[in-house]
């Protein structure tokens, strides 16, 4: 087939010869062990998974995907492919190879201070250079190892991997970009953001809809993603696993000190709503709250800020802290944990971290997109910034309603969040991989 699509195509280059050999490989690998006498595999037992960013328990998003590895790790053997942004994460590569058969690693900018500031392109050319050894690393794999499944994490990392389609494979989209930027859009004002928006959701539409189609299945983490997924970018039955959360290590410390009138926001700052919800925060919600109660203080922890989100730092009142050790500390001394956030799509993790520690949770609608939590029970939901300063303050003095929702976020976490129920869909997942 790939030697017929090379002679009848009009194009220079259909396929590279790697490329070529590691499909044929890999067909004949899937043939004999899953199509030969109908037999068909019980569970994978030796997965490939991609990931663009390295999973780590920390202050993004991935440490959903740690969990994943943790829960897989019993019955699974796992290879993990992974980007690391700087050497500096290599503790987090030594901390998954516990649960891996083997963890490697590419470096996005291994150059140091004085080169990035010496040279105008290094960090161009490393970013480059990292994609072709990623697309070199994951076709060595496909072509010399006996995998049962590939599993790809985060939409981007379909760009460094063979079509597999027909084989094995799944995606789970942590975000609809599409969805993402057509909010954005809805929401722009004036003729040039307007337009500026349209082509961006068009162009992220068009890209997001062709390279879905590389694998065999396309994994959702929200109800809304998954319908935007089949109803919009008609992908073909994407499936649905609820996040999970380890509560076993996110658990409230029994007679730990909580600081009064203090909130605390986390978020990684390359990912632009979390910049977004702090400048919506600081600007409209901020100032109404240090009104109310001017010792009101927030802790801002998140690698990578701004300097426009940098600005609003003050002495006492307003901290940022870019990298912690352990987040657990930070959660249960905060009275309160804030989300504002008012663009973009899919989960947010961070919820449930905070919900798992018993933390009283403000958050708005769109943040809660995708849980079943209900307003007042397990947290609270503003639906306008006169809703978020009165349910921020309104906890601020009352702590016996604080405490009130963190038990109540914390038993629901517990039943409907915890990671074995992630493990268990993933699992059922990957077996349905195989009919």
Known sequence: RILWNRLKSKKLIQLTDEEALAA????????????????????PRKILMVSKRLPKLGVDGSWILVNLIKGLSSNCEITLLS??????????????QQFCKEVKTITLYPYSNELKSSFLFSKLFAVVNSFLLMRKE????????????VQCEYLHTLNFIPNLNRFPSLLTHHEVLSLAHERNFRAARGVVQSISRFLKWRVTRVYEKRICRKVKSIVALSPVDQDYLESRLKVKHPQLAHSGVDTKFFRPCAGC?????SLIFVGYFKHPPNVEALQFFFRDIWPEVTSAIPEATITIIGRFPPPEILAYSQRDSVTFTEFVPDLRPFLQQHAIFIVPIISGAGLRGKILEALAMGKAVV???????????????ELMIADSVEDFVHHTVALLKDPARRSELGRCGRARVEAEFGVARLTQAYERLHQELFR
């Open 24 to 43: 044929i490989d890999y067909w004949f690998l899937y043939r004999h062990k899953y199509l030969l006498n109908g037999r068909e595999a019980v569970s």
């Open 83 to 96: 980007f690391m942004e700087t050497e500096e994460e290599k503790s987090h590569a030594t901390y998954l």
């Open 138 to 149: 994951v076709l060595n794999q496909l072509k010399n190892g006996d995998y049962d499944l």
């Open 257 to 261: 000190p909580e600081n009064p009138n």
């Open 363 to 377: 958050a708005t609608r769109l943040s809660v997109e995708g849980y079943p939590f209900k307003h007042g029970r």
